[in-house]
Every structure is written in structure tokens, then in C-alpha cells.
């Protein structure tokens, strides 16, 4: 049986059966599970005059079948967690595919009718100390898995959380391999920066290695700090700081400051060179946000990360991350929480972004990229269409002297069913 048979009954064995677990994992106890199913629809049109292709759309099926189970009895508890991801093709095409919704044949580059993966994690805890071993999805400024698209990225590796001391969150831990949002293979890590102009990071190799280390702390209820260093190996190291502060200004009114500074070097085998710095505020009264957003690129290259992964920037949005060579970008955002209006459940979010100052190389003009966002949601909050999720996202992006410009639409479609 292949992976994608597996796949394939273990999630309808769940939807059908209740997700009946051996004796073993009845004794545990809390223990949770879930199923959910998304149905995404992209389509990405192409506007400039050269494009490879006019436009990209793609339909697609995800399921995705998540049991976390509890810890045994004693000073140290040991528990399980499984994953199984499975996506289906609805609709695609040739001159059509390359949306990332779905896995691509490497030759014919047409989207493959379905893909799957299984992943399986042990874990121990030990008082406030949690060490889990095998399929991963860290949330760090370091490095941080992917969830934009039918199924979520993941990767392999070991990952230590410890909370012994109120305030204080160490991390670290080592990669050795990724799976990507699109893909049914663990591979390799790569990394990403800002290459505008074809000016970026000159490599070709790919590592097994990332370690990464971190530490945080909670001083008072509004105010944070923390610092973490990452390393692919071979490749670059990176050291990144942030701090937060949330200022009370009355009731159902605050304001929040985040200021993020890193600073990446060559490991080896690249040419990384890149210092990223930017600051954040939000403003939000009742149903009400305000945000307001800077970001500058220094350095022979743009920001480095992990190729699929979500960097750690401010201007990290729908399409563009703005961390190409020496650009500057800033960020202007609205948010709206109909439940102001007594429709809860439903939200609106809009944003404009402009970056330039971008480097593209000898004798060549300064490049410039704009991008706006608008992303409406609603989710039901009661009866029979509880836990049912509507989103639409969409994006505009320009850019001058280098990129794509492009129209993105995203419909997504989201029901997620507690099995226990």
C-alpha cells in the first residue's frame, strides 16, 4: 500500500469510525483530534507583456486529520501526535498550474492529481520542559512553517520548549529536513532572500542542518523581549532580536509597538550579507485597527530564510516579503471586527504596502514594488454550520524594472470537525 492509500483510509477511517485508537491511546487522557477539510480556489492573473504564462488557477481538495494525544502518568509523561494530509486536484490544467496548491510533476510541470503525507511526533515532558522528536511545525522568528496554501509545510527534526522559570521561554532544537506546502517528499533545506534584479544570494547547495536557539522573556504583562540565532548550515547564520510593548489607553483602546532587528551572514557556501530592521505600530479602538508599518534592507543581499518557510518580517504579506537588496518598504493597514455591528464572526482587513530603494545592480535603475491586500472572512459561529470558515483574499502587486505584476484571488472554504 502506498503512502497516499494509507493516507487516504486512515482520514476517512477517522470521518467514518470516530477515529477508534488502540487500548493503548484510550489511557491516556487528554487526548484531542480533529479533521478538517479546505477547499481552495487561486487564481494569480499575470499582467506584464512577458510573462511565461497568462495566468495561474487551480482548484483543490485538502484534508487534513490532526490527534494530539495527552501524557502518560509520572514525573515523566509521554505522548503521541499524528498528522495525516491528503489533497485531491478539482481542477487545473496545462498553462495553468503553479499555483502551489498542488504537488507538479518535476518533467511535464502538471499538477499531479493528489499528494499526501504522514507524520508522526514523539514527545516527553518533563514539569515545564516539552521535547518533541519527528514531524514539526515550529512557529519561531527563525524559522517558521508555512500554512498559506492547501496544506501546511512541514518539517523533521527535534524541538526543545522549556518554561521552567515564570516569564522565561527557551527554545532549540535541530532540522534536518523539509516538506514543503505542495510537495509529498522530505527534501533538503534551501534558502530564500530577496533576489530582485537577479542580486541575492549566489548558491546552489542545499543543507540537512539547521539548528536554531532562543530565548524570551515576559517582564511585565505588556512588555517582551527576546533574542534567537539560527544556522543552516553551510549556508548562513542569523541572529535576530524583537521586542514588544502594549500600552492601555482606556477601555477597548491600546496600542502596541514591535520593533525586530536581524542580522545574516555567510556560513560557507552562499553570499549572504543582509541586516533587516523594522518597527510596528497598531492602534485599535473597539471593532477598530490601525497599523503602521517600516522596513529596511542593508547589506550585499536581501533577508535570508529557509526557502517555503514565513519569515520573520513585518512586510511579509500575501505575496511579496519587501526584503529585497537595501529596500525600503513601508506599510499602511485597516482592520474592521463586525462584531461592532452585532455580525460576530465575520472580519475585514485591507493594507497597502510600497517599497523602493531597490538595488538591482550595476548600472541599472532603482526598482521599486507596491502590493495591496483586502482579506474578508466570516466564520459561523452556531448551529449546523458551526466551525464552517469563508475567507476571500485578495492582492494587487506592481513592480518597476524587475518581478511580476499579477491580480491574486483566493476562496477558501473551511469546516473543521472535533472527532473528540
Same mark, same amino acid.
Given at each position: 500500500?502506498?503512502?497516499?492509500?494509507?493516507?487516504?483510509?486512515?482520514?476517512?477511517?477517522?470521518?467514518?469510525?470516530?477515529?477508534?485508537?488502540?487500548?493503548?491511546?484510550?489511557?491516556?487522557?487528554?487526548?484531542?483530534?480533529?479533521?478538517?477539510?479546505?477547499?481552495?480556489?487561486?487564481?494569480?492573473?499575470?499582467?506584464?507583456?512577458?510573462?511565461?504564462?497568462?495566468?495561474?488557477?487551480?482548484?483543490?481538495?485538502?484534508?487534513?486529520?490532526?490527534?494530539?494525544?495527552?501524557?502518560?502518568?509520572?514525573?515523566?509523561?509521554?505522548?503521541?501526535?499524528?498528522?495525516?494530509?491528503?489533497?485531491?486536484?478539482?481542477?487545473?490544467?496545462?498553462?495553468?498550474?503553479?499555483?502551489?496548491?498542488?504537488?507538479?510533476?518535476?518533467?511535464?510541470?502538471?499538477?499531479?492529481?493528489?499528494?499526501?503525507?504522514?507524520?508522526?511526533?514523539?514527545?516527553?515532558?518533563?514539569?515545564?520542559?516539552?521535547?518533541?522528536?519527528?514531524?514539526?511545525?515550529?512557529?519561531?522568528?527563525?524559522?517558521?512553517?508555512?500554512?498559506?496554501?492547501?496544506?501546511?509545510?512541514?518539517?523533521?527534526?527535534?524541538?526543545?520548549?522549556?518554561?521552567?522559570?515564570?516569564?522565561?521561554?527557551?527554545?532549540?532544537?535541530?532540522?534536518?529536513?523539509?516538506?514543503?506546502?505542495?510537495?509529498?517528499?522530505?527534501?533538503?533545506?534551501?534558502?530564500?532572500?530577496?533576489?530582485?534584479?537577479?542580486?541575492?544570494?549566489?548558491?546552489?547547495?542545499?543543507?540537512?542542518?539547521?539548528?536554531?536557539?532562543?530565548?524570551?522573556?515576559?517582564?511585565?504583562?505588556?512588555?517582551?523581549?527576546?533574542?534567537?540565532?539560527?544556522?543552516?548550515?553551510?549556508?548562513?547564520?542569523?541572529?535576530?532580536?524583537?521586542?514588544?510593548?502594549?500600552?492601555?489607553?482606556?477601555?477597548?483602546?491600546?496600542?502596541?509597538?514591535?520593533?525586530?532587528?536581524?542580522?545574516?551572514?555567510?556560513?560557507?557556501?552562499?553570499? =549572504? $550579507?543582509? !541586516? /533587516?530592521?523594522?518597527?510596528?505600530?497598531?492602534?485599535?479602538?473597539?471593532?477598530?485597527? #490601525?497599523?503602521? +508599518? *517600516? @522596513?529596511?534592507?542593508?547589506?550585499?543581499?536581501?533577508?535570508?530564510?529557509?526557502?517555503?518557510?514565513?519569515?520573520?518580517?513585518?512586510?511579509?504579506?500575501?505575496?511579496?516579503?519587501?526584503?529585497?537588496?537595501?529596500?525600503?518598504?513601508?506599510?499602511?493597514?485597516?482592520?474592521?471586527?463586525?462584531?461592532?455591528?452585532?455580525?460576530?464572526?465575520?472580519?475585514?482587513?485591507?493594507?497597502?504596502?510600497?517599497?523602493?530603494? =531597490? $538595488?538591482? !545592480? /550595476?548600472?541599472?535603475?532603482?526598482?521599486?514594488?507596491?502590493?495591496?491586500?483586502?482579506? #474578508?472572512?466570516? +466564520? *459561523? @459561529?452556531?448551529?449546523?454550520?458551526?466551525?464552517?470558515?469563508?475567507?476571500?483574499?485578495?492582492?494587487?502587486?506592481?513592480?518597476?524594472?524587475?518581478?511580476?505584476?499579477?491580480?491574486?484571488?483566493?476562496?477558501?472554504?473551511?469546516?473543521?470537525?472535533?472527532?473528540?
Amino acid at each position: 500500500m502506498d503512502r497516499t492509500t494509507l493516507t487516504l483510509h486512515l482520514l476517512l477511517g477517522a470521518s467514518t469510525l470516530g477515529l477508534g485508537l488502540p487500548t493503548q491511546a484510550d489511557m491516556l487522557q487528554g487526548s484531542k483530534a480533529s479533521l478538517e477539510l479546505r477547499n481552495f480556489y487561486m487564481n494569480r492573473d499575470f499582467r506584464q507583456h512577458d510573462a511565461p504564462q497568462a495566468k495561474a488557477e487551480e482548484w483543490a481538495q485538502g484534508l487534513l486529520l490532526r490527534y494530539e494525544s495527552g501524557f502518560t502518568e509520572g514525573d515523566l509523561g509521554i505522548g503521541v501526535d499524528a498528522m495525516g494530509l491528503l489533497g485531491l486536484k478539482l481542477d487545473s490544467g496545462a498553462g495553468r498550474s503553479g499555483t502551489q496548491l498542488l504537488k507538479q510533476d518535476r518533467q511535464t510541470r502538471r499538477a499531479e492529481d493528489e499528494y499526501s503525507e504522514l507524520g508522526l511526533t514523539a514527545k516527553l515532558k518533563l514539569s515545564q520542559t516539552l521535547l518533541r522528536l519527528g514531524t514539526l511545525q515550529p512557529r519561531l522568528p527563525t524559522v517558521s512553517a508555512n500554512d498559506a496554501r492547501l496544506l501546511p509545510q512541514t518539517f523533521r527534526g527535534i524541538h526543545l520548549n522549556s518554561k521552567e522559570l515564570t516569564g522565561l521561554t527557551l527554545d532549540a532544537g535541530h532540522l534536518t529536513q523539509v516538506n514543503q506546502r505542495n510537495s509529498s517528499d522530505n527534501e533538503n533545506m534551501t534558502v530564500s532572500n530577496g533576489s530582485a534584479g537577479g542580486i541575492g544570494a549566489r548558491s546552489s547547495k542545499s543543507s540537512n542542518a539547521f539548528n536554531f536557539a532562543g530565548i524570551s522573556y515576559q517582564w511585565s504583562e505588556h512588555l517582551s523581549t527576546g533574542y534567537h540565532y539560527g544556522e543552516l548550515q553551510d549556508l548562513y547564520r542569523q541572529h535576530i532580536v524583537f521586542a514588544s510593548h502594549l500600552l492601555p489607553l482606556g477601555p477597548q483602546q491600546w496600542l502596541k509597538t514591535e520593533v525586530r532587528g536581524a542580522r545574516a551572514n555567510d556560513a560557507g557556501y552562499s553570499t =549572504i $550579507d543582509n !541586516g /533587516a530592521y523594522g518597527a510596528m505600530m497598531n492602534y485599535r479602538y473597539g471593532a477598530h485597527g #490601525i497599523g503602521l +508599518a *517600516f @522596513q529596511r534592507m542593508s547589506g550585499d543581499t536581501g533577508y535570508a530564510y529557509i526557502a517555503g518557510s514565513d519569515p520573520f518580517l513585518f512586510n511579509y504579506v500575501q505575496f511579496g516579503d519587501f526584503a529585497n537588496r537595501d529596500e525600503r518598504s513601508w506599510q499602511l493597514r485597516y482592520d474592521f471586527d463586525f462584531v461592532g455591528l452585532g455580525i460576530p464572526g465575520l472580519t475585514f482587513m485591507t493594507r497597502y504596502l510600497s517599497g523602493d530603494n =531597490i $538595488d538591482l !545592480g /550595476a548600472n541599472k535603475p532603482e526598482g521599486k514594488e507596491w502590493e495591496r491586500d483586502t482579506d #474578508i472572512a466570516y +466564520a *459561523f @459561529q452556531s448551529g449546523p454550520l458551526k466551525n464552517l470558515g469563508v475567507r476571500w483574499r485578495n492582492a494587487t502587486v506592481r513592480a518597476s524594472h524587475f518581478g511580476n505584476d499579477l491580480d491574486d484571488n483566493r476562496l477558501i472554504v473551511s469546516y473543521t470537525l472535533s472527532l473528540w
